[in-house]
């Protein structure tokens, strides 16, 4: 069950993306610079903006963290 975490590299949602994880969770975060995003490894990382939602995917997305 993939989780899409938004505000992924935020002071919240990195600890989301951590516990999760941890957990075993696969996980995919969105944020604006992926190439800036320093996540963990095995974390999707894919660009996008909530601002602009007709360029989202939520292909294989199953939960999500709205951060």
């Known amino acids: ?13 990195r600890h989301v993306v951590d516990r999760l994880v941890a957990a ?3 996980v995919r975060a969105l944020t604006r610079n992926p190439e800036a995003a320093g ?4 974390v999707d990382v894919v660009k ?3 601002n602009r939602p007709g ?3 939520f ?3 199953q939960g999500v963290f709205l951060i």
């Open 1 to 13: 069950m993939t989780i899409l975490v938004t505000g992924a590299t935020g002071t919240v949602g």
């Open 39 to 42: 996540l963990p490894d095995g």
């Open 24 to 26: 075993g969770r696969p």
């Open 55 to 57: 360029e989202l995917s």
């Open 48 to 50: 996008g903006d909530l």
């Open 59 to 61: 292909d294989g997305v």
